[in-house]
């Protein structure tokens, strides 16, 4: 899974700042684009004059290599012609009229290459076609797009599905963008939009199709495991790749892991892969659908028991059924919860499902929780929103973990922490028809 974006700058991330470095333009689009709706390739033409050198066809590829850097790049355009004065002794490399003016312009390191290689220090100017194929998709839509108006946008790629997320002002202009990012990017065939926020119950959202074919089920490949989905119908994050790894590399092999809210098996599948006991749930029965397919695509359906519950019942049903057994065992459990819209309102779940113990050493459950935050103190934010549903404070006895920006102030966290006993083993009493907790403390020998 790739994220990509098309501006007019390029970004250069240091350890202290990112900086924008403009990039001169080699391309001026002709006035008459501007505005287009209905994208017309051929009107993108034009011929621009940039300087070359010739070199003899001997020496040709030594030189090539010597200039690389002082060379033209552009999609789709060779380095590399005939002579124009038709001989078959020599070619012209095409250089980069922004790096190279004059032979004076070459560094010390391409002058004596050249003099090495006998080439002579002159250069001829040629007439370069170009058209639209030639064009970075930048270009293209700077030139569409109204002047002034912010041209930058982002798309995730998931398969062969580039999944935009375009602005208001963008809407005018959706289809020539979807042409242009599918023919911009090989293997995108088709381009969609978003057209509302993500449903928290289903996480799934509207899209409509700008571009390409309308066959929404991606094949996508993440931390060397393959997963198949219809994209229009289950949540899929690539950007989440990187925190899929770090929580499955936590778990070891003959541990137990339950994913409330597994998805497709960005989770549970790696972690059966690597010899866990899963149980993995979800309430979209897409989800469940294709989280039971890409069981028995990555061949550990024997490891991973799905089931289609809501989360609550996943926790106080076959949660509640394992743990006993499990308190008692050594294998390290774990509890997924990646729904970070909601998922700490489930915490309240873990409240009191099992009848008090008299073991002192139990082997409690690590959960993994996640949460969005929009808080100055994203950190201190999850952690007192955790405490106030499981009803136990978790100051200082927990880790919080950054996942990442997902919009501008608002941050993806992951809370981690051990299940105290106080919470498991707590008393549970009916009060005026509503549940009401109260944590009874368990002796601990303090």
Not at 94 to 118: G, I, Q
């Amino acid at each position: 899974a790739v994220h990509q974006s098309f501006c007019s700058a390029k970004l250069v991330h240091s350890d202290s700042a990112i900086k924008i470095i403009m990039e001169p333009k080699l391309y001026q689009p002709p006035p008459e684009v501007r505005g287009m709706t209905s994208l017309n390739k051929d009107a993108f033409t034009q011929t621009i004059t940039v300087p070359a050198i010739r070199v003899p066809i001997g020496v040709l590829n030594k030189v090539a290599k010597s200039l690389k850097k002082s060379t033209i790049q552009r999609p789709g355009v060779q380095r590399v012609v005939q002579d124009k004065e038709g001989s078959g002794d020599f070619r012209l490399i095409l250089l980069d009229p922004h790096r190279v003016s004059s032979v004076s312009s070459f560094s010390e390191a391409e002058t004596e290459a050249l003099r090495s290689f006998s080439v002579a220090e002159e250069l001829q100017d040629f007439e370069l076609k170009l058209t639209y194929d030639n064009l970075k998709s930048e270009e293209v839509l700077e030139a569409v797009l109204p002047q002034g108006q912010d041209v930058t946008s982002g798309f995730s790629r998931v398969g062969h599905i580039a999944h935009m997320n375009l602005r208001d002002h963008q809407l005018p202009y959706k289809n020539l963008i979807g042409q242009v990012i599918m023919d911009k990017n090989p293997g995108v065939t088709c381009v969609v939009n978003k057209t509302n926020i993500i449903d928290s119950t289903y996480r799934n959202f509207k899209m409509e199709l700008l571009a390409g074919e309308e066959n929404m089920v991606a094949k996508v490949k993440e931390n060397g495991v393959t997963y198949e989905f219809d994209f229009s119908r289950v949540y899929w994050n690539p950007r989440l790749s990187t925190e899929h790894q770090r929580v499955v590399q936590l778990v070891k092999r003959g541990d137990t892991v339950f994913d409330v809210f597994a998805g497709v098996g960005p989770f549970a599948i790696p972690a059966a892969r690597l010899g866990a006991n899963v149980l993995a749930n979800d309430l979209n029965p897409e989800s469940y659908k294709w989280l039971q397919h890409n069981c028995k695509l990555n061949k550990v359906e024997r490891k991973v028991r799905t089931f289609n519950l809501d989360g609550r019942a996943f926790i106080r049903g076959p949660f509640k059924q394992e743990l006993h057994s499990l308190l008692q065992g050594e294998a390290g459990v774990h509890v997924v919860m990646n729904l970070p819209a909601l998922a700490l309102e489930f915490l309240d779940a873990f409240r009191g499902l099992l009848q008090p113990e008299t073991t002192c050493e139990l082997n409690l459950p690590t959960v993994h929780c996640y949460a969005f935050s929009k808080e100055e103190d994203p950190e201190a934010d999850v952690v007192e929103r955790a405490s106030c549903s499981l009803g136990f404070p978790l100051e200082n006895k927990c880790s919080v973990h950054f996942v990442r920006n997902v919009a501008p102030n608002k941050d993806m966290m992951c809370v981690r922490f051990t299940i105290p006993k106080e919470v498991l083993f707590c008393s549970y009493e009916e009060n005026t028809g509503e549940n009401d907790f109260k944590l009874m403390h368990i002796n601990t020998g303090r």
